[in-house]
């Protein structure tokens, strides 16, 4: 299953807390699209989530500031 979370609204460190509880809710091998803003969301939620084992399949510009990273659980 693919999943969306927007977290274009939030601050860290709420966008990390807000992705990985989303993560520990899906099964594994389902697909979780996470809305972000640049700036310090962006640089620290990839890395974080690689940190933790999951598989960062994209990250990809949709408009303005706002990114969506894919990430596979």
Not at 18 to 44: F, H, M, P, Y
Not at 59 to 65: A, D, P
């Amino acid at each position: 299953m693919v999943y969306t979370l927007d977290i274009t609204s939030e601050h860290c460190p709420m966008t990390l807390v807000r992705t990985k509880l989303k993560l520990s809710q899906i099964a594994k091998g389902d697909i979780l699209e996470v809305l972000l803003s640049e700036g310090e969301a962006l640089n620290s939620v990839p890395t974080a989530v690689k940190e933790q084992g999951f598989n960062v399949v994209s990250i990809e510009h949709v408009e303005g500031t706002t990114h969506k990273l894919t990430i596979e659980k």
